[in-house]
Structures are given as C-alpha cells and as structure tokens.
Nanobody
Framework: QVQLVESGGGLVQAGGSLRLSCAASGRTLSPYAMGWFRQAPGKERGFVAVISRSARTYYTSSVKGRFTISRDNAKNTVYLQMNSLKPEDTAVYYC??????????????????WGQGTQVTVSS
C-alpha cells in the first residue's frame, strides 16, 4: 500500500509559478512511474505529466515547455514545477503511482494509487 500526499497548491496570478510536491509513505517510489493529473470543475480527470523510474518524462501538449516533472527518490517525493501559469490551468491536481515503472502512460485507469489532490487556482 502507498499513501500519497500532495502539497504546494494555492492561488496565483496568471504568469506566476507554483511547485507541487507529492510525498509518499508505505513504499519506496523508486521502482515506479509517477504521474500528475488534474481535474477542473465539470471535467474529467486528465493527464498532465509522467516520469518513469529511469526519469524519462512525457507531458500533455498544453503544458509542454511550462511544466517540469521531477523526482527525488531519496526523499520519496515527486514534484511538478509549474511556470507561466494560465487561468485554464486551474484545477485540482493529483499525483498517482503506476506500478509499471518503465511506462509513460497517460490513462487514469493505468495508475494504482492516488493522492487526495491539491487545488491550484490561477487568476487572470
């Protein structure tokens, strides 16, 4: 079993930055891929970014060049650095564990454990 806790969300103006953290307990994250997803009101939860156990990364096109996913295995933590934020980035952001550590998967059903989410609000 893995417990994930996201933090770092908040209210920011358009053009600003936030860094989200996802701290894990119960199991080391190093063998697994880690993803970030987001869900805006009235919309389905969608893929944002993923990092494999070998630190390969993949992003949805709307965040490419603005967001950076990284991991610190010593701290059992995954990060999402978000720059040049836009109002359309407003959502609850979730981190998740994919037990297939070599994959860069984008579908929610491929992920096995989820955090509770952290709210990101970008004002115009």
């Amino acid at each position: 079993q893995v417990q994930l806790v996201e933090s770092g969300g908040g209210l920011v103006q358009a053009g600003g930055s936030l860094r989200l953290s996802c701290a894990a307990s119960g199991r080391t994250l190093s063998p697994y891929a880690m993803g970030w997803f987001r869900q805006a009101p009235g919309k389905e939860r969608g893929f944002v970014a993923v990092i494999s156990r070998s630190a390969r990364t993949y992003y949805t096109s709307s965040v490419k060049g603005r967001f950076t996913i990284s991991r610190d295995n010593a701290k059992n933590t995954v990060y999402l650095q978000m720059n040049s934020l836009k109002p359309e980035d407003t959502a609850v952001y979730y981190c998740a564990v994919d037990l297939d550590g070599s994959s860069l998967r984008v579908n929610t059903h491929d992920y096995d454990y989820w955090g509770q989410g952290t709210q990101v609000t970008v004002s115009s």
